[in-house]
């Protein structure tokens, strides 16, 4: 199937853990993106990548860390995990970094931190 | 700074039509789409707008205004698979920006 996929679907850990997210896109887009969603269902950018370059890193600290091995993968770490780093983290790519290109979001990842 | 703003939460009935509403205001911009999110779901691409006007795309159209900084989503036909999250988004730069959500539910 062609799509966004994201592993795990679920992540339970404690705090000060250290856990990474996998995508992979099979779409032969150019761009990914990590999206973080909130208890208020509030989408917020965290990173993007076009080509296995960061074009976009919002506000993040720097625990976060983004990996591109290759455009079809973007990897999330995290590291030294807080109560407040619980929510879904939404995987994305898409064909071009403008336009009408759409975001193809994966299933999601929900971390919950304990 | 960026803002985008739907309502919270609208209530409507099967075989009805709901307009849900979408104001922005932008340093940037490059499109608005529309994204529909079941829960526990990823977000789906709904509609696209980026001139002025109305796309129809079956029981969901999409209007644009940019000079009001307003966009609504219109669904016809109302189903009880449309009770959903609909995510107003804008593109500023290389980067789509999310309005929270308006939560509709679909009443029998």
């Known amino acids: 199937d062609t799509a966004v996929s994201q592993t795990p679907k679920y992540l339970v850990t404690q705090m000060g853990n250290d856990k990474s997210i996998k995508c992979e896109q099979n779409?032969?887009?150019?761009?990914m993106y990590w999206y973080k969603q909130d208890s208020k269902k509030f989408l917020k950018i965290m990173f993007s990548?076009?080509?296995?370059?960061?074009?976009i890193n919002e506000t993040v600290p720097n625990r976060f860390s983004p990996k591109s091995p290759d455009k079809a993968h973007l990897n999330l770490h995290i590291n030294s995990l807080e109560l407040g780093d619980s929510a879904v983290y939404f995987c994305?790519?898409?064909?071009?970094?403008?336009?009408?290109?759409?975001?193809?979001f994966g299933n999601g990842t929900r971390l919950t931190v304990t | 700074g960026q803002n985008i703003d739907q309502p919270t939460e609208m209530t409507a009935t099967e075989g009805a039509i709901v307009q849900i509403n979408c104001t922005y205001q932008?340093?940037?911009?490059?499109?608005l789409f529309w994204y529909q999110q079941h829960a526990g779901e990823a977000p789906t691409f709904l509609s696209y707008?980026?001139?002025?006007g109305l796309e129809e795309k079956g029981r969901f159209s999409s209007f644009l205004s940019r000079s009001k900084g307003y966009s609504y989503l219109l669904l016809k036909e109302l189903q009880m698979k449309d009770s959903a999250s609909y995510l107003c988004?804008?593109?500023?730069?290389?980067?789509?920006?999310f309005g929270q959500g308006t939560e509709l539910s679909v009443k029998p």
């Open positions: 988004a804008v593109r500023e730069g290389g980067k789509l920006i």
């Open positions: 990548y076009n080509n296995k370059e960061l074009i």
């Open positions: 779409l032969g887009h150019d761009t």
């Open positions: 707008n980026v001139l002025d």
């Open positions: 994305a790519s898409s064909l071009a970094t403008g336009g009408n290109s759409p975001l193809h």
């Open positions: 932008t340093s940037g911009f490059n499109g």
